[in-house]
Nanobody, 124 residues
């Protein structure tokens, strides 16, 4: 059974930083991509960033480009999201998701496995 577990969320002041982790287990994830999505209260879930576990190529939403960095440690089956210069509008539940076709798609329907999410709250 595939499991994705996010951690690292919390409360931070605007301008601060947080680092999220997503640990994958249950199978070999080579050939997969892993994305981060977020959902704020009353809003639809939106794409944040994605990384191919093989090769490491990435893609970002315009709203987080130059502030967030996605990376991976293939040996640990872990994907990270380093979030800097956080803004109140970054407040959301952050989810990681795995795509078995190695896609960098921003469409959440393309992802096959999901974690339960971690809350990020940015105060002004």
């Amino acid at each position: 059974q595939v499991q994705l577990v996010e951690s690292g969320g919390g409360l931070v002041q605007a301008g601060g930083s947080l680092s999220l982790s997503c640990v994958a287990s249950g199978r070999t994830f080579s050939g997969y991509s892993v994305g981060w999505f977020r959902q704020a209260p009353g809003k639809e879930r939106e794409f944040v960033a994605v990384i191919r576990l093989t090769g490491g190529s990435t893609a970002y939403a315009d709203s987080v480009k130059a502030r967030f960095t996605i990376s991976r440690d293939s040996e640990k089956n872990t994907v990270y999201l380093q979030m800097n210069s956080l803004k109140p509008e970054d407040t959301a539940v952050y989810y990681c998701a795995a795509n078995k076709y190695n896609s960098r798609s921003p469409d959440d329907a393309s992802y096959d496995y999901w974690g339960k999410g971690t809350q990020v709250t940015v105060s002004s």
